[in-house]
């Protein structure tokens, strides 16, 4: 187990917890909405900020997951309203990210000292502005800003952790980035009797959570440097 005392201590326990409620989540995907469903989907990272917070984790952190299982129990649900409440919770979640990997890393000078850095992160630019461009013209007026504001976070939450030498972090930060252009081409870019949409909910939230789980341990172990 990750955290000393065995499967049977908080922390250990926390942890296979958040797990459980993400395969449980996972078998439940194509279902419709329930509130089993949504409880499950919702713990899945909400375990995750208890655990932050057990471990002595960073407020941000314990934060910012807080506010990502917020956004996943809107996300839960069918409703537009609910699907831009779980966009403004997202929205701060990378705030807060975007605060803790700043606070945390060597600064923004190390994306032109380190030349993968710099790669990376155009490849982040590029990749935002792709999807911005293929998003525009597809969602209504009423969601153009709210979807715009939320890509120039995203990419400023990709880039703030290349300023961190922790690959856990990064890689966190990349399959974060990943998860959700695919959430919006499987929203707004495919047809509603697209083959693709089944899979792509799951690789949407394997991917997610995934991410959660490793920007939470590239936290709490303290290792996985570059």
């Known amino acids: 187990m990750p955290f000393p005392g065995g499967i049977d201590a908080n922390a250990n326990a926390t942890l296979l917890f958040s797990l459980v409620a993400a395969v449980i989540y996972a ?25 932050a917070s057990l471990q002595g984790g960073p407020w941000l952190l314990v934060a910012a997951l807080a506010l990502s299982a917020t956004g996943d129990a809107f996300l839960s649900r069918d409703a537009e309203k609910a699907f831009l409440g779980g966009l403004a919770s997202f929205l701060v979640a990378h705030g807060l990210y ?13 994306l032109s000292a380190e030349p993968w850095r710099a790669a990376i992160a155009v490849a982040m630019i590029v990749f935002a502005l792709a999807m911005l461009f293929a998003l525009w013209r597809r969602v209504g007026p009423a969601l153009r800003l709210p979807v715009s504001v939320y890509i120039a976070a995203i990419l400023a939450m990709g880039i703030s952790a290349l300023t961190l030498s922790n690959v856990w972090v990064i890689g966190g930060a990349v399959l974060f980035m990943a998860s959700d ?28 959570y995934a991410a959660q789980l490793g920007i939470t341990m590239g936290f709490l172990l303290k290792h996985g440097s570059a």
């Not at 975007?98 to 190390?110: M, Q, T, V, Y």
């Not at 697209?194 to 997610?208: E, K, N, T």
């Open 27 to 51: 078998f439940t995907i194509d279902m419709s909405p329930t509130l089993a469903r949504s409880a499950a989907k919702t713990l899945a990272v909400a375990m995750l900020a208890v655990l």
């Open 181 to 208: 252009a695919l959430l919006a081409s499987e929203k707004f870019l495919l047809s509603a009797i697209s083959p693709h949409r089944v899979w792509m909910r799951y690789a949407v939230w394997a991917l997610y």
């Open 98 to 110: 975007i605060a803790l990997f700043l606070r945390s890393g060597g600064g923004i000078g190390l």
